[in-house]
């Protein structure tokens, strides 16, 4: 029964490949089967249990990759450094990940996972290694951009492993997923402290952490995922004549054109000044370029387009992008400026009990994706949870803003939830991207196209945010702490030396210091800062309001919470279904 169901099935996938236009019907689940025509013990087998292992540890491999690192630059860069182009291990990550979202989601669609996944996972680990080992900046930037090569695979977990569950599930197995980041990004900040301050190994041991993590990931990728293979998707094709019409020119246009405008994003105000060339050639030529990417797409005759323009007629399906997006750029907001915010206003000079505080936005958002998978298949009417979480996140959000030096707990606390909230909608969003399209044979290219339009509308949310605080400090430093100290009896000779200390962390050398001015300039340096945070989280009013309105959008997809499976599993070498 399963073998015919399977022969049909593989004849529909190689009629939609010759025909894009039947891509449109609604519910076709090429190579699917019904939950209950699986066969006995199926979802308690070793392939399917060891591929949700493979997918799990992925996962975590890939946002440690980042959250391990990220919070602690400066102290690597201290070590192997001083290097300015430190940035760079932070920005090729990103850059990787989102260049390569899209292409790796239609290029596995079209010709298999399996190989794709497990290179992802190698690259991971080889990244990691060469991490581990480095002696200085330039090959840190080389293993992160290897590590964000594999992170770009395993950031892919919501697809390849919505694809092995029933519909109805999807919710749940993504927030089984997000179990595996409580490590990565949940406690990143403090495990990163822990070992600097704790081990011999230092930040090394971070690497030495990743690199076990994607070692076993790969071994349970090549022992247990085995996906419909090329023949089974095509039956009679060949690869090559696929090969030579898949969309070259328009991978070459997307990849270019989104790396350039992130580039010049990420630049902006860090490496380069806003208003230099460097960040303005790049941010219009990206733009040009992706405008070029979007023509070529809708007008050139392509058999095998890198990017589906008929999923753009999908409503649902966009609003599940941009709610995604905006959910993830609501994070930002918390997940760039909290860390500095606990460094200056709440952690007293502790790194460890400044680390711990930081991991509140990990931990909360991390919860609100894991309490929303089981709450969306409990409650259902997603669209309206999301709607609701987004709310009261929001205002959670702003809140903020009332938080001064001196209400630590406070800002904890509204932190914390306010995360948790923006956890919960955009992990039901994100899901909803691969639930609402209509050719579930598809779901890679559709759930890589939003992923790397998340990852675009975060980068702008991050800029935006980042410039905000940076102009609001540039105002509200020399406003509050100059006459404090110049009050206190500070020289107006040593203004700018003592200004410094805040940056360099040491106020040796200023002429005229006495522990009375610097306690003075301290307390008015964090009022300073409280002000300039303060602007940030009132500016999450507006992403929120936007993130509101694109919510209303969502679908309800209860008449998609069926017990389809849109790929099922095979036995090595006869490509049967797992049990057949």
């Excluded at 399977?6 to 449109?24: C, G, R, V, W």
């Excluded at 991978?251 to 270019?256: A, E, M, N, P, Q």
């Excluded at 990420?266 to 790049?282: D, F």
């Excluded at 994100?430 to 890589?448: M, R, Y």
Aim: charged share 10%; with cysteine; aromatic share 10%.
């Amino acid at each position: 029964m399963a073998i015919e169901t399977e022969k049909h099935d593989i004849e529909m996938a190689d009629n939609l490949s010759t025909h894009p236009q039947k891509n449109e019907i609604a519910h076709t689940d090429a190579l699917g089967l019904l939950d209950d025509e699986m066969p006995p013990g199926y979802f308690k087998s070793s392939f399917f249990l060891g591929s949700m292992l493979a997918i799990g540890l992925g996962l975590l491999a890939g946002v440690a990759g980042f959250g391990y690192a990220a919070p602690i630059l400066g102290l690597i860069n201290a070590d192997v450094g001083p290097d300015p182009n430190i940035v760079w291990v932070a920005l090729v990550y990103t850059l990787m990940i989102a260049v390569s979202l899209t292409i790796i989601g239609r290029v596995t669609d079209i010709f298999g996972r399996r190989y794709v996944f497990i290179g992802g996972a190698a690259f991971g680990l080889i990244g990691s290694i060469v991490c581990a080992t480095a002696k200085s900046v330039g090959a840190l930037i080389g293993g992160g951009t290897l590590i964000g090569l594999g992170a770009a695979t395993q950031l892919s977990y919501y697809y390849i492993m919505g694809e092995l569950v029933p519909m109805k599930y999807r919710f749940i197995g993504n927030a089984s997923m997000y179990i595996f980041t409580i490590p990565g990004s949940g406690f990143a900040p403090a495990i990163g402290n822990a070992l600097i301050l704790h081990t011999k190994s230092g930040w090394r041991g971070l690497y030495y952490i990743l690199i076990a993590v994607n070692a076993c990931s790969m071994a349970c990728f090549v022992l247990f995922y085995h996906p419909p293979t090329f023949q089974m998707k095509h039956r009679n094709a060949r690869k090559l004549a696929y090969a030579k019409k898949f969309d070259y020119i328009g991978c070459v246009v997307y990849s270019g054109g989104l790396l350039i405008l992130l580039l010049g994003l990420n630049w902006g105000g860090s490496v380069y000044a806003w208003k230099s060339a460097h960040v303005i050639a790049t941010i219009v030529v990206g733009a040009v370029a992706l405008a070029a990417f979007i023509l070529w797409e809708t007008f050139a005759k392509l058999e095998e387009p890198l990017v589906p323009m008929h999923l753009f007629k999908n409503g649902r399906w966009i609003a599940a992008v941009v709610t995604s997006g905006l959910g993830a750029g609501l994070y930002y907001a918390f997940a760039i400026v909290w860390p500095s915010m606990v460094t200056v206003l709440y952690a007293d000079g502790d790194q460890m009990y400044g680390g711990m505080l930081s991991s509140l936005v990990g931990l909360g958002i991390i919860l609100g994706e894991i309490v929303s998978g089981f709450c969306a298949k409990a409650i259902g009417k997603v669209k309206w949870q999301c709607t609701a979480s987004f709310a009261i996140g929001g205002v959670l959000f702003a809140c903020v803003a009332t938080c001064t030096p001196d209400t630590r707990a406070r800002a904890c606390v509204l932190s914390f939830l306010g995360v948790f909230f923006i956890g919960w909608s955009e992990s039901v969003a994100i899901t909803l991207t691969t639930i609402s399209i209509n050719n579930q044979q598809e779901i890679g290219t559709a759930g890589g196209v939003a992923g790397s339009i998340r990852f675009l509308i975060s980068s702008i949310s991050a800029t935006i945010y980042s410039v905000i605080l940076s102009n609001r400090l540039a105002d509200t430093i020399p406003q509050k702490v100059i006459p404090a100290i110049v009050g206190a009896g500070l020289p107006n000779s040593s203004i700018a030396s003592f200004l410094a200390g805040f940056t360099t962390g040491s106020f040796e050398g200023v002429e005229g210091l006495t522990p009375q001015i610097l306690a003075v300039g301290a307390r008015a340096y964090k009022v300073a800062n409280a002000d300039a945070y303060r602007t940030v989280f009132l500016t999450t009013i507006a992403f929120t309001g936007i993130a509101l309105i694109a919510s209303i959008f969502l679908p309800n997809v209860e008449d998609r919470m069926t017990g389809k499976v849109a790929t099922a599993l095979h036995n090595r070498g006869d490509e049967n279904v797992v049990g057949a």
